[in-house]
């Protein structure tokens, strides 16, 4: 598996940016995708998650209602719709791979997400 995360950038706040996260190598149709996030000096934390079978998602709370994920099965896609961005929303972006069942049972735990993307900069200028 292997994925490839993209559409980071720079916006002001209260600007919208969508971030697609590609997987290849993936010969299965229920798995977690998860959206995590490091910002300089931070530790990583957990963004949100769907989990592809039922579209069923989780999302940290400082993100509610703000960000949104979807998947595209047939394009093995997944997508974070970021809107109403905030300066303290400005990080590296990563999506990862994860089992169908405890990823998600554990999120925001990275633990049973075992494979990563290389990361996307979203920078929100004030």
């Known amino acids: 598996v292997q994925l490839q995360a993209s559409g980071g950038g720079l916006v002001q706040t209260g600007g919208s940016l969508r971030l697609s996260c590609v997987a290849t190598g993936i010969f299965e149709n229920d798995y977690t995708i998860g959206w995590f996030r490091q910002a300089p000096g931070k530790e990583r934390e957990g963004v949100g998650c769907?989990?592809?079978?039922?579209?069923?998602?989780k999302y940290e709370t400082s993100v509610k209602g703000r960000f949104t994920i979807s998947s595209d099965n047939a394009k093995n896609t997944v997508f974070l719709q970021m809107d109403s961005l905030k300066p303290e929303d400005t990080a590296v972006y990563y999506c990862?791979?994860?089992?169908?069942?405890?990823?998600?049972?554990?999120?925001?735990?990275?633990?049973?997400?075992?494979?990563w993307g290389q990361g996307t900069q979203v920078t929100v200028s004030s």
């Open positions: 769907i989990r592809t079978s039922n579209a069923v998602t």
């Open positions: 990862a791979h994860g089992h169908r069942t405890t990823a998600p049972m554990t999120f925001p735990l990275p633990y049973f997400f075992t494979t």
